[in-house]
């Protein structure tokens, strides 16, 4: 398994360190990425997914641990010696440069012919739907077509990996999943490996194959946007993911199936194989997807807590409800309008709140 | 009420600037009136109408060596102080290294020196390595002094270039070197001409320096006090009108070139 899996990768990080004076901007990051894979480094700024996508791409050099590409060790490598074309966050486009000259750039320090390199760059202006665009400058254009420039210059040496640092970030909303498309079936199409570094969670799930999840320099978690977004690893992911409620207590006793958890807001039952390696007395954390939250006006359920309602939000076809623990625990309901509409969901009303123990997932890595 | 402030104070402000350019352009448009005067002397009311100071330069062979000499230098001076500035300005923009405020403030330093003890300094220093008193020892002084000239324009520029850019064309398979010719200079190539044009202006317009250093051979400037010191003649205010003429044209055409850095000149 791991030696196929060394073989089919394009891009193998081992052990890999930088550190910008005394400070880690990327701690130890051990990843591989496949052919034809689309892969996204999610995270906050300042996370360490920049510097790891500029060491791939030659711009920065680790301060430990080995880079391979296509299985050469590519450490020390400099960048104008890979091919691992980048789309910078600022576009970066040559102001000097009409349209085509800035996509011929690539071709023309590798010193192909003139004849070639225009017909080259023609073909892939023409992919990019911005041919009859190819002798303006470029600040006669608009930000998508800005972007189709930058993809055009990037990929116009067909290259086995491009990596994107954020460059979708100044797009309007509209622009941007319109562009997520287009980078989509454009990977599909080449059948070359992204490396999409990104801080939205919507664009990062809606395209990579596999995500990448980075906080202060580590990996948090590697994993399909389904895996992570079902099965988050650690509380970090968890909150990081933003909808998910979290509960922390301890384990203490087993009936049948389901272990008890003794939390502040009460004792839980949860499906006891989602809990492995944990005895009695042991802390677990578990979270319990807004969704599968169930509510009712009052009354004790099992598995259930009161809640007081801190306020409403709609999103679309449905309503996220906030209410507040006696502990002070902040939780999230997402249901239909048709749901909240037999309650009273003014804030500082009193709700109770349950789940079924089998809708619990027990966070592995806390 | 505040409308009717505003109004004063434009007004006020207006006159200003008027008095500012009155003051500054005043002497030289005098000296452009009496170099077309028949008269001898600057005196009102003026004589006819003459273009004889004009005819009486333009026969002189020693104007005519002044000014090659002054254009010969200017040009030379252009090329090293623009090459110099620009290699201290890319230094600035590219590298962070110990002691680069140092860097910065002694390439700036030069123009901060005053003029006679450069002069004296230049002097005694091309002196004493057998340089002095020739044209090259005023290439060589004014290359010292219009640098920091050329690169304060050339910096300016390359303050406003997104470092990315560099960045990509190495990204894109371009090396260092590569990269500062087909991305930099093309980026810089306004400045760069700016800095060409006011560096040939102060080496042109330069007096005190080339005076100590040029021996024989006089630059323009150091023609001009020779005149001064034989006899008054309106001949001077022929030559000075001359030089004022080819000295704001070098820094118009800068001034145009710096104005509008966003459009580079484009290849069509």
Same mark, same amino acid.
């Given at each position: 398994m791991n030696d196929q899996m060394t073989t089919n990768s394009i891009v193998k990080l081992d052990s890999v360190v930088k550190k910008f004076g005394d400070i880690f901007a990327v701690e130890r990051v051990d990843f591989e990425i496949g052919r034809g894979e689309f892969l996204a480094i999610m995270g906050s700024s300042g996370c360490g997914k920049t510097t790891t996508l500029r060491m791939l791409a030659g711009l920065e050099d680790p301060t430990d641990g080995d880079i391979y590409l296509d299985g050469e060790r590519v450490n020390g490598k400099a @960048?104008? &010696?890979?091919? @691992?074309? +980048?789309?910078?966050?600022?576009?970066? #486009?040559?102001?000097?440069? @009409?349209?085509?000259?800035?996509? !011929?750039?690539?071709l023309k320090m590798r010193g192909v012919s003139k004849v070639?390199? *225009?017909?080259?760059?023609?073909?892939?202006?023409?992919? +990019?739907?911005?041919? !009859?665009?190819?002798?303006?400058? *470029?600040?006669q254009l608009?930000?998508?077509?800005?972007?189709?420039?930058?993809?055009?210059?990037?990929?116009?040496?067909?290259?086995?990996? #491009?990596?994107?640092?954020e460059p979708l970030s100044a797009l309007d909303a509209h622009l941007k999943v319109r562009m997520q498309s287009v980078l989509s079936s454009l990977q599909k199409d080449l059948g070359i490996t992204f490396v999409y570094v990104t801080h939205s969670m919507s664009e990062a799930f809606s395209m990579a194959d596999r995500v990448v999840i980075m906080s202060r320099g580590k990996i948090e978690q590697i994993g399909t946007p389904q895996e992570i977004y079902r099965e988050p690893r650690n509380r970090f992911v968890a909150e990081f993911l933003g909808s998910a409620n979290i509960f922390t207590g301890a384990l203490s006793r087993k009936t049948g199936v389901y272990w008890t958890i003794e939390a502040p807001d009460g004792s839980f039952e949860i499906n006891a194989g989602k809990v492995t390696n944990k005895n009695e007395?042991?802390?677990? @954390?578990?979270?319990?997807s807004a969704e599968n939250m169930n509510v009712r006006p009052t009354g004790s359920q099992p598995n259930g807590i009161t809640v007081t309602v801190v306020g409403e939000e709609f999103v679309g076809a449905t309503a996220i409800l906030f209410v507040e623990t006696e502990s002070g625990a902040e #939780?999230?309901?997402?249901?239909?309008? &048709?749901e909240f509409s037999s309650l009273d969901t003014r804030p500082g009303s009193k709700l109770a709140v349950h789940w079924d123990p089998d809708h619990c997932h027990v966070l592995p890595g806390e | 009420m505040t409308g009717n402030r505003n109004i004063v104070i434009n007004g006020l402000l207006k006159l200003h600037i008027l008095a500012c350019l009155v003051f500054i352009f %005043?002497?030289?448009i005098g000296s452009f009136v009496f170099s077309l005067n028949s008269d001898r002397f600057p005196s009102l009311p003026l004589g006819h109408f003459s273009l004889q100071w004009y005819r009486l330069i333009l026969e002189d062979p020693f104007v005519w060596a002044g000014f090659f000499n002054t254009v010969f230098v200017g040009a030379i001076v252009a090329v090293i102080a623009t090459t110099l500035g620009f290699g201290g300005a890319y230094t600035d923009?590219?590298?962070n290294f110990i002691g680069k405020n140092a860097y910065l403030a002694l390439a700036l330093l030069p123009p901060t020196i005053p003029v006679v003890i450069m002069g004296l300094a230049m002097l005694a220093f091309l002196s004493r390595i057998s340089l002095s008193g020739g044209t090259f020892s005023v290439i060589i002084a004014h290359g010292v002094m219009c640098s920091p000239f050329a690169m304060a324009i050339i910096r300016l520029r390359l303050s406003q270039m997104d470092p990315d850019l560099e960045a990509a064309s190495w990204n894109l398979g371009g090396n260092?070197? %590569?990269t500062l010719r087909h991305v930099i200079m093309p980026f810089t190539k306004p400045a760069i001409f700016a800095a060409l044009f006011i560096t040939m202006a102060v080496s042109f317009d330069e007096f005190a320096v080339a005076w100590f250093v040029s021996g024989l051979h006089e630059t323009l400037p150091v023609k001009i006090l020779g005149f001064l010191q034989g006899q008054v003649s309106p001949r001077i205010n022929a030559i000075g009108s001359l030089a004022f003429l080819s000295s704001i044209t070098l820094i118009v055409f800068a001034q145009m070139l710096m104005r509008n850095p966003s459009t580079g000149p484009v290849e069509k």
């Amino acid at each position: 398994m791991n030696d196929q899996m060394t073989t089919n990768s394009i891009v193998k990080l081992d052990s890999v360190v930088k550190k910008f004076g005394d400070i880690f901007a990327v701690e130890r990051v051990d990843f591989e990425i496949g052919r034809g894979e689309f892969l996204a480094i999610m995270g906050s700024s300042g996370c360490g997914k920049t510097t790891t996508l500029r060491m791939l791409a030659g711009l920065e050099d680790p301060t430990d641990g080995d880079i391979y590409l296509d299985g050469e060790r590519v450490n020390g490598k400099a @960048t104008w &010696d890979r091919d @691992t074309p +980048m789309v910078w966050q600022s576009l970066a #486009l040559f102001p000097f440069l @009409t349209v085509q000259e800035n996509v !011929e750039f690539g071709l023309k320090m590798r010193g192909v012919s003139k004849v070639e390199r *225009i017909e080259r760059a023609r073909r892939w202006l023409e992919k +990019m739907q911005i041919l !009859e665009f190819a002798n303006r400058n *470029i600040s006669q254009l608009s930000g998508g077509q800005k972007q189709r420039v930058a993809l055009a210059r990037a990929l116009v040496t067909e290259p086995k990996i #491009l990596l994107l640092d954020e460059p979708l970030s100044a797009l309007d909303a509209h622009l941007k999943v319109r562009m997520q498309s287009v980078l989509s079936s454009l990977q599909k199409d080449l059948g070359i490996t992204f490396v999409y570094v990104t801080h939205s969670m919507s664009e990062a799930f809606s395209m990579a194959d596999r995500v990448v999840i980075m906080s202060r320099g580590k990996i948090e978690q590697i994993g399909t946007p389904q895996e992570i977004y079902r099965e988050p690893r650690n509380r970090f992911v968890a909150e990081f993911l933003g909808s998910a409620n979290i509960f922390t207590g301890a384990l203490s006793r087993k009936t049948g199936v389901y272990w008890t958890i003794e939390a502040p807001d009460g004792s839980f039952e949860i499906n006891a194989g989602k809990v492995t390696n944990k005895n009695e007395g042991d802390s677990v @954390t578990f979270i319990v997807s807004a969704e599968n939250m169930n509510v009712r006006p009052t009354g004790s359920q099992p598995n259930g807590i009161t809640v007081t309602v801190v306020g409403e939000e709609f999103v679309g076809a449905t309503a996220i409800l906030f209410v507040e623990t006696e502990s002070g625990a902040e #939780l999230k309901i997402q249901k239909s309008h &048709d749901e909240f509409s037999s309650l009273d969901t003014r804030p500082g009303s009193k709700l109770a709140v349950h789940w079924d123990p089998d809708h619990c997932h027990v966070l592995p890595g806390e | 009420m505040t409308g009717n402030r505003n109004i004063v104070i434009n007004g006020l402000l207006k006159l200003h600037i008027l008095a500012c350019l009155v003051f500054i352009f %005043a002497p030289i448009i005098g000296s452009f009136v009496f170099s077309l005067n028949s008269d001898r002397f600057p005196s009102l009311p003026l004589g006819h109408f003459s273009l004889q100071w004009y005819r009486l330069i333009l026969e002189d062979p020693f104007v005519w060596a002044g000014f090659f000499n002054t254009v010969f230098v200017g040009a030379i001076v252009a090329v090293i102080a623009t090459t110099l500035g620009f290699g201290g300005a890319y230094t600035d923009f590219r590298y962070n290294f110990i002691g680069k405020n140092a860097y910065l403030a002694l390439a700036l330093l030069p123009p901060t020196i005053p003029v006679v003890i450069m002069g004296l300094a230049m002097l005694a220093f091309l002196s004493r390595i057998s340089l002095s008193g020739g044209t090259f020892s005023v290439i060589i002084a004014h290359g010292v002094m219009c640098s920091p000239f050329a690169m304060a324009i050339i910096r300016l520029r390359l303050s406003q270039m997104d470092p990315d850019l560099e960045a990509a064309s190495w990204n894109l398979g371009g090396n260092e070197w %590569a990269t500062l010719r087909h991305v930099i200079m093309p980026f810089t190539k306004p400045a760069i001409f700016a800095a060409l044009f006011i560096t040939m202006a102060v080496s042109f317009d330069e007096f005190a320096v080339a005076w100590f250093v040029s021996g024989l051979h006089e630059t323009l400037p150091v023609k001009i006090l020779g005149f001064l010191q034989g006899q008054v003649s309106p001949r001077i205010n022929a030559i000075g009108s001359l030089a004022f003429l080819s000295s704001i044209t070098l820094i118009v055409f800068a001034q145009m070139l710096m104005r509008n850095p966003s459009t580079g000149p484009v290849e069509k």
